[in-house]
C-alpha cells in the first residue's frame, strides 16, 4: 500500500469546527461545507509592497552602522545579528543595554526584523529604531500588543481540544493503543518518546494531537491534528492546525531542547522528529509547514547551533527545499540528508530497522568549492536517473496535455509565454499558475496590467469553477479556502523599473520560500529603463535580469510578453515574439496562446509549447474556454489528440517539399 506524504498546508480539514462547540475560530482547511462558520469576513491575503510603501529595505550595512552609532553592542550570528533585549532589564534607562547583558534580541540580516526570544517582542527594523529613540527619551519601549481576536479565540479552541485529548501511552485500552500506533506508522515509536513530546490523541476525531508551547512560559499557543484518510491504494496524512497555517510557527520538539545543545536535526514531519530522537538520541524539531516553507520568524530559535542537518522527507521536492533553506541558515553550518532507496525519511527508516544514526553522517555538507569532481555528483546523477518523474517537476492537474508536452514545472527555468492581444493570456495564466499553487508551488504573482482585486476575482472564479455573484451565501466558504493557498501579490501597477521588482522578489523568496513568480508582462518594466535609447537593449537586460534571478534562487519565472503586430490570419511563431532574439534564447520553455482555428482540429483556441529546453518535446493542444468557471481545459468529449512536432529551430527559407519545420507548420 502506498503512503502519500504529508503536505503541510493543504489539509482537507472537517474536525475542528466539530469539536468546541462549533469552533469560533478558523482553521486551515480547503474542504466545502464546514459547519459552524461564522459569517464574518477577514481580508489578510499577504501583498508584497511596493518601494514607495511603508517598510523601506535596509542592507546589514546600514543595520551594523546604526547599532555602532547607538552604542548598542552586537556580535554577528549565523541569519542573525545578536544583541541585548531592550525589552527586559531596566525599562526606564535611557543608556544602551551593557555588553554583559543576555543577548536575546535577534535582528534579520536580510529584513532587518527583530524577535526578543526573552519577551517575544517582535517587529520591523523601524519599530526597533522606534524604541531605542523611546529608551534615549527614558520611555519604557511598548510593550507586546495583545494578540488579535482571532488568535486568542484559537488559543481558547486549542485548548479545548487539548484538554479533551488523552495521552497516547495512558489509552485505557492496550488494544487500542496498539490499533492507533499501527494505524500513524509509530508501532515502533516507545511510550517514552510519546510521553516526552507530549502527543495526545483525540478519539472524536481520531487524530494525533501535538502540541505548541510558548518558548517563553511553556502556555499552550496552538496544536496541530494529523489523522490518517485511505484513497484507493494509497494512505493519506491529513493535517490541521490552530490557529491557522500562517499564523502557525511551531518548531515542534524546541522546548526539550536545551541551551548548551549545539547541533540539531530539522524533519518535515512531526513523526520524523519523534522516530529521529528516539534512534540517535539527537536533538531533532519539525518544521510547521515542512518542506513548503521555513518562516524567517523561526531563525533566531536555530542561531544557538553551529551544525544543523536538514532530513525533510524521502522526495526530490523535499531536497530542493533543504537546499533552498540551508541559504537561510547559512550553508557553512548545513549538512543535507539525500533522499533514496537506503534513506528514506526518519520514520520509514526505523520501520525498516535502518540505522538513522549512520545516515545522519553520511549527510552531504550544503556548500561546497566552486569546481567539483564527479564523484561529489555522482549521487545526484543517480538521483535523478532513478527518479526520473519526480526531476521532471510537478504535474499539472488541469493540463495534462502540457505534462505531456513539458513533462512537469521545474525550479530555476524561465517559461517565456505570449498570445494575440484579447486572446486570454492573463486568464490561462492565472488558471495555469493557480493549477500549481494548489499543489503547494509557493507562487508571487506580479500582475502590471491588470489590478490585484480583478485578478484575484478571476483565480478565486477558477478556483471555486463557478460564478459566485449570483451565489454570494458561498463567497466566505470558497474564500477562507482560497485564502489557505501559498498565494502572495506584488502591489505593483503600470510602468516599474526592472531594479524594484527583482528587489520585491528577491523579498519574496526570502521571507515566502516563492518557488514560481509570474510577471505580466515584460512591457510594463521598459518604460524606466535609461540603460538605452534603443527599446530592444532595454528589452534584453529585463529578460537577462530575469534569466539571472531564476538560476540564482531556483525559482521558476513565467515571463509574459506582447508579441509583434503581424498579420493577423497568420499563427505565431516563436519569432513572433515582441524584441530581439534573446527572449527565445534564454528561455528554456516557450508557449504560445494561439486564437485560429486549426485546419485539422475544431478548437478555436490551443496552446503550443515552441521550445522545451527539458528534454525537447514541442507540440499543440486545444484549449476549451468555460465563460461561467473562466477557465481552460482539454476538451475531453474533442477527438483531436495532442499533436507533437519537431522544436523550432532558426527560420529557414520554405522548401517545396513538407520537410521544413517552423511553429506555424502543421503536424
Given at each position: 500500500m502506498a503512503v502519500v506524504p504529508l503536505r503541510p498546508c493543504r489539509a482537507a480539514g472537517r474536525l475542528l469546527p466539530l469539536l468546541c462547540g462549533g469552533a469560533r475560530s478558523k482553521a486551515a482547511s480547503l474542504s466545502p461545507g464546514v459547519p459552524g462558520r461564522l459569517a464574518q469576513r477577514r481580508y489578510k491575503k499577504d501583498v508584497l509592497p511596493s518601494p514607495e510603501g511603508p517598510v523601506p529595505a535596509v542592507s546589514i550595512t546600514e543595520i551594523r552602522q546604526y547599532l555602532r552609532a547607538q552604542g548598542i553592542p552586537f556580535h554577528d550570528g549565523y541569519s542573525c545579528l545578536h544583541t541585548p533585549s531592550l525589552f527586559t532589564g531596566g525599562a526606564g534607562d535611557p543608556s544602551p543595554p551593557p555588553a554583559s547583558a543576555p543577548y536575546t534580541l535577534f535582528i534579520d540580516k536580510t529584513t532587518g526584523s527583530f524577535l526578543c526570544t526573552a519577551t517575544l517582542a517582535e517587529g520591523t527594523w523601524q519599530d526597533f529604531q522606534a524604541n531605542v529613540e523611546l529608551r534615549h527619551r527614558g520611555v519604557p519601549p511598548g510593550s507586546s500588543e495583545e494578540p488579535e481576536e482571532d488568535v486568542r479565540r484559537a488559543r481558547e479552541d486549542a485548548?479545548?481540544?487539548?484538554?479533551?485529548?488523552?495521552?497516547?501511552?495512558?489509552?485505557?485500552?492496550?488494544?487500542?493503543?496498539?490499533?492507533?500506533?499501527?494505524?500513524?506508522?509509530?508501532s515502533l515509536v516507545t511510550d517514552s518518546t510519546l510521553k516526552r513530546f507530549g502527543v495526545r490523541y483525540l478519539r472524536a476525531a481520531k487524530s494525533l494531537v501535538f502540541p505548541w508551547f510558548?518558548?517563553?512560559?511553556?502556555?499552550?499557543?496552538?496544536?496541530?491534528?494529523?489523522?490518517?484518510?485511505?484513497?484507493?491504494?494509497?494512505?493519506?496524512?491529513?493535517?490541521?492546525?490552530?490557529?491557522?497555517?500562517?499564523?502557525?510557527?511551531?518548531?515542534?520538539g524546541l522546548p526539550l531542547i536545551g541551551r548548551r545543545d549545539t547541533e540539531l536535526v530539522l524533519t518535515g514531519w512531526e513523526l520524523d522528529a519523534l522516530a529521529l530522537h528516539q534512534a540517535t538520541g539527537v536533538a531533532s524539531v519539525a518544521l510547521p509547514r515542512g518542506a513548503t516553507c521555513l518562516p524567517p520568524a523561526l531563525l533566531p530559535y536555530l542561531e544557538q547551533f553551529k551544525r544543523i542537518?536538514?532530513?525533510?522527507?524521502?522526495?526530490?521536492?523535499?531536497?530542493e527545499a533543504a537546499k533552498l533553506f540551508a541559504r537561510k541558515l547559512s550553508l557553512k553550518r548545513c549538512s543535507l540528508v539525500r533522499p533514496g532507496h537506503l534513506q528514506p525519511r526518519p520514520l520509514d527508516a526505523l520501520n525498516q530497522s535502518l540505522n538513522l544514526t549512520k545516515i545522519l553522517r553520511a549527510a552531504l555538507p550544503a556548500s561546497h568549492k566552486s569546481i567539483v569532481s564527479f564523484r561529489q555528483l555522482r549521487e545526484e546523477v543517480?538521483?535523478?536517473?532513478?527518479?526520473?518523474?519526480?526531476?521532471?517537476?510537478?504535474?499539472?492537474?488541469?493540463?495534462?496535455?502540457?505534462?505531456?508536452?513539458?513533462?512537469?514545472?521545474?525550479r530555476g527555468e524561465l517559461t517565456i509565454f505570449t498570445?494575440?492581444?484579447?486572446?486570454?493570456?492573463?486568464?490561462?495564466?492565472?488558471e495555469y499558475a493557480l493549477d500549481l499553487c494548489m499543489q503547494g508551488v509557493c507562487t508571487l504573482w506580479g500582475s502590471f496590467e491588470i489590478s490585484n482585486v480583478r485578478l484575484a476575482k478571476i483565480m478565486l472564479t477558477q478556483f471555486a469553477a463557478q460564478r459566485l455573484e449570483e451565489q454570494l451565501e458561498l463567497y466566505d466558504e470558497w474564500a477562507d479556502r482560497f485564502e489557505d493557498l501559498p498565494l502572495y501579490f506584488m502591489t505593483f501597477h503600470g510602468q516599474q523599473s526592472i531594479k524594484a521588482v527583482i528587489d520585491t522578489m528577491q523579498h519574496a523568496v526570502y521571507m515566502y520560500d516563492i518557488t514560481h513568480v509570474v510577471v505580466d508582462n515584460l512591457q510594463f518594466m521598459m518604460g524606466h529603463e535609461h540603460l538605452s535609447v534603443d527599446r530592444l537593449a532595454a528589452q534584453d537586460y529585463?529578460?537577462?535580469?530575469?534569466r539571472k534571478f531564476a538560476t540564482d534562487n531556483t525559482c521558476h519565472i513565467t515571463l509574459v510578453i506582447h508579441p509583434r503586430k503581424e498579420d493577423d490570419e497568420k499563427e505565431l511563431q516563436t519569432a513572433s515574439i515582441f524584441g530581439s532574439a534573446k527572449a527565445s534564447q534564454e528561455a528554456d520553455n516557450v508557449l504560445i496562446?494561439?486564437?485560429?482555428?486549426?485546419?485539422?482540429?475544431?478548437?478555436?483556441?490551443?496552446?503550443?509549447?515552441?521550445?522545451?529546453r527539458f528534454d525537447g518535446d514541442v507540440g499543440v493542444f486545444p484549449?476549451?474556454?468555460?465563460k461561467a468557471s473562466l477557465t481552460f481545459s482539454s476538451s475531453s468529449k474533442n477527438k483531436v489528440k495532442l499533436k507533437k512536432m519537431k522544436e523550432e529551430k532558426t527560420p529557414l527559407p520554405k522548401k517545396a517539399s513538407g520537410g521544413g519545420s517552423g511553429a506555424s507548420k502543421k503536424p
Open positions: 485548548r479545548c481540544i487539548w484538554d479533551r485529548a488523552l495521552p497516547l501511552w495512558e489509552l485505557l485500552d492496550e488494544e487500542e493503543t496498539n490499533k492507533t500506533k499501527a494505524m500513524f506508522g509509530i510558548s518558548p517563553r512560559d511553556a502556555s499552550l499557543k496552538g496544536l496541530k491534528l494529523v489523522r490518517v484518510e485511505k484513497k484507493e491504494d494509497a494512505v493519506v496524512y491529513v493535517e490541521e492546525t490552530l490557529p491557522r497555517f500562517d499564523s502557525y510557527h511551531n518548531l515542534f542537518t536538514l532530513w525533510l522527507g524521502e522526495d526530490l521536492r523535499s531536497w543517480f538521483g535523478e536517473l532513478a527518479n526520473t518523474e519526480q526531476v521532471a517537476g510537478v504535474k499539472w492537474a488541469r493540463f495534462p496535455d502540457l505534462n505531456k508536452l513539458l513533462k512537469g514545472h521545474r498570445g494575440p492581444t484579447g486572446s486570454g493570456k492573463t486568464t490561462f495564466m492565472s529585463v529578460v537577462g535580469a530575469f496562446l494561439q486564437d485560429r482555428k486549426l485546419v485539422t482540429g475544431p478548437g478555436k483556441r490551443y496552446l503550443q509549447v515552441s521550445k522545451n484549449l476549451e474556454f468555460s
